[in-house]
């Protein structure tokens, strides 16, 4: 593959590019971009096997804009609420499926208890508790580090909404008794 | 004797598990699970390793690999790309950092996603080819492999 | 005042420090791509993206007489093979032609891997265990980021230098799965 961290053409240089019918560019866009637009499926579908199918399909879902794709935004504001959309449809079908089976922990060896459940485990299982809506602007915010006005583009809602979704989402993790902790003054 | 070319038709069918598989597959449940790999080096600074895994049985695929805990090796490790979609394995990684950065004693080298189909827990074969330290010089070290313990995540 | 000032000093709602290093901890796992996603995307993409460009020059040659685009390339190959087999061949008798001759064959010979699997092994295995496995790349790799003494025999990839991709081909080579693929 291609020393994509070398190329230092922009995302719209390389969309240019792609509508020119040139695979490389596309290589580039996409190895950019790729562990991002993953990671950020996994958010969404909590399985990895999930996660990956949805990078095939949004970067499938994206060629088929070329040629006449015009890049108005940010790439990834342009690619977020993709993944999203196609994140949570393949988590609203994979639970039709009976993926897990009880049975295979019965006949594994047992498997030494690694860590004991600490502050981290508690966060993770309230924060698999809250809204949909709220996680995605908590991790927008502290995670990826995006600005309440950026947030609001990637979403496309009001900055208000995003304020008030980060509110209700820090004083759920407040108000649980698994995470009052990290807002207790020392 | 007119039925009998149907009736060695369906012979054939039977003998060849047609039905079966198809019964068979329809009720088979895919999971998916992880091993996780790791080298015990004994107090030694861990620089290289290579691992050799197989999973019996033809329902276990492997469907991914990714580093291991410690810095060092944390980048996925050096494996065939045949390897994907079958049921064995040959990892191996190496750091030339100096002693200080790298990991002594038991440390995750490695992780295998597997593709299990089927409600039996497939067997597994894994065998150290070789460690090594610092100069290069082969260290006495062991492998381990355990299932990876399900989070919450995993479950929903 | 305007209510609306009142509530406007109202600042952007902040997280504990400790619950942001958490937060971050919890989603800095990594997903591994396996390597076949990725060529089974881009390969989508070439497929499409050659069809693209494609199409344009065959619009252009629309209402030209048919002349298909691989003619003056079998025309040139024609013309190769005519003068190969009609021009006489030269004959090196001098003492000088005959050095060059055997230098140039040498730098061939040096270039070109050898053929038996035993010599190919041989050579990656740098340490001389008498076997090739992951020590023996990490060994070169040791020996090249210290700047040490390299053996000529230590270009696996006959390129003419002993560098890192020296060290993959070993590694390749050591994780391979069937003996059958030797190239």
Redesign the interface.
Known sequence: MSSYFEDMRSDKELVSAINGGDPDAFEVLYLRHRDWTVNLAFRFTSDRELALDVLQETFLYLLKKFPGFTLRAKFTTFLYPVIRNLALNARKKNQRYELVDDKLEELTEPVEPDVEENLEDQLRMVMGNLPVQQQEVLLLRFVDDHSLNEIAEILEIPPGTVKSRLHNALRALAENPRTKTYFEKE | MRLLPFMLLIGALLADGAFAQDIGNNKE?????AVDIFVKSKGQPL????VQVAFLGLKTKI?????GSHPAFKK?P?????????E???????N?APAEDLPKGKVRVATI?L??TG???PEFSFKL??A?TVE?R?IPAKVAV??????????? | MDKRNQSQPEQEPKAPAKLVTDLKDLHKEHIFVPPKVDQSILNAAREQLEETSREPAEQETAGQPWIPQWAPWAAAACLMLLLFLTLPGEKHTSPSALAKASVSAKEVALKQKPSSLATMISRKDINKDGQVDILDAFTLASRIKAGAAIEENWDINGDGQVNQADVEEISAFAVKLGPEDNS
């Open positions: 449940k895919v999971s998916f699970r620089a290289a390793y290579q469907s991914g690999i990714e580093g996925p050096l494996y065939d790309p045949k390897a994907m979609q079958t064995q394995v040959i990892i191996a990684a190496y030339t996603h593709q299990i409600s039996k827990a080819i070789t090594g290069g082969k355990e299932w990876r313990k399900k989070s919450r995540e995993d479950r929903q």
